[in-house]
């Protein structure tokens, strides 16, 4: 009853999944974007879920593209099967649609009489409206103008005299809603 025994045990050591996955992001409908999971093993396995909506659900940073916002969970497990789970809130916006008419009549009948801006996700501001003749003379300059109006912008006047029908070329600087500045170029044409 004096008996001894001794054990020999060896232990595998498996350093812990240092990861970080944001708990939120912001993506537009419809447009791709990429899972933002950074870590410091290149040994892991991944399970994405929802995977109907990535390019891949066991890769480390799959690309989705959702219309709705949603929740997107990983599972990573690493080499000494040690699991670690994350999840991101993926929070989904409309992107701003801004819409620059290619064609205005300027006639008098309350009817597509000015030249105007609109968009989609409430009032952007034109900072500046820049429109020039087919010599490049610049025939109109408007700033701060709301864009979604109607009755504001171009009138298809120059020097208080209606300009002849014809194509016009524009430059526009926008400030969106959220507050970015965008720059649109292009042509309209005035149809008396």
Same mark, same amino acid.
């Given at each position: 009853n004096d008996c001894d025994t001794s054990y020999v045990l060896t232990l595998e050591m498996y350093d812990t999944v240092r990861y970080h996955l944001?708990?939120?992001m912001d993506a537009f409908s419809g447009e791709p974007f990429v $899972?933002? $999971?950074v870590h410091n093993d290149l040994n892991l396995e991944y399970n994405w879920q929802p995977a109907e909506y990535l390019s891949c %659900? %066991?890769?480390k940073n799959p690309t989705a593209v959702l219309s709705n916002s949603q929740s997107i969970t990983v599972t990573i497990i690493n080499e000494g099967g040690c699991i670690q789970e994350a999840s991101i809130f993926v %929070?989904?916006?409309e992107k701003d649609k801004i819409y620059i008419p290619n064609i205005f009549s300027p006639n008098g009948d309350q009817q597509n009489d000015y030249f105007n801006v609109f968009? %989609?996700?409430g009032e952007a501001e034109i900072l500046e409206m820049e429109i020039f003749n087919r010599w490049g003379g610049v025939v109109y300059i408007g700033r701060n103008i709301p864009t979604n109006n109607q009755s504001s912008g171009w009138d298809g006047m120059y020097n208080g005299k209606p300009v002849q029908s014809g194509i016009y070329v524009y430059k526009i600087t926008l400030r969106l809603p959220e507050g970015s500045v965008v720059v649109e170029k292009g042509d309209i044409a005035v149809l008396r």
């Open positions: 944001p708990e939120m $899972l933002p $999971l %659900n %066991n890769c %929070n989904i916006t968009n %989609n996700k």
